[in-house]
Nanobody, 116 residues
Framework: QVQLVESGGGLVQAGGSLRLSCAAS??????????MGWYRQAPGKLRELVAT???????FYTGSVKGRFTISRDNAKNTGFLQMNSLRPEDTAVYYC????????WGQGTQVTVSS
């Protein structure tokens, strides 16, 4: 069983920055061998993919965050990160991490609120 715990969210003004963390644990979970992703769900909308990072470090970003967000990972600490710069009100959502593709339970997420 895999446990994912997101943290680092908060309230920030437009143009500000936040760094999200995702701590992964599980007795049989090999973090370093799994591609990981960050996802978000805004009120009234479906959950969407934001960014992914492969086990080898190759990254992908959805168009709206490209150039503003940076995904990274620390395999030694079983932790993933999402650095978010130049935040916009439309980035307001609950942010989740999970494997890519998703095959384990979702964590509680972390709320990001960007004020205009």
């Amino acid at each position: 069983q895999v446990q994912l715990v997101e943290s680092g969210g908060g309230l920030v003004q437009a143009g500000g920055s936040l760094r999200l963390s995702c701590a992964a644990s599980g007795s049989t979970f090999r973090f370093s061998l799994n591609a990981m992703g960050w996802y978000r769900q805004a009120p009234g909308k479906l959950r969407e993919l934001v960014a992914t990072i492969s086990s080898s470090g190759r990254t992908f970003y959805t168009g709206s965050v490209k150039g503003r967000f940076t995904i990274s990972r620390d395999n030694a600490k079983n932790t993933g990160f999402l650095q978010m710069n130049s935040l916009r009100p439309e980035d307001t959502a609950v942010y989740y991490c999970n494997t890519d593709p998703v095959w384990t339970a979702w964590g509680q997420g972390t709320q990001v609120t960007v004020s205009s």
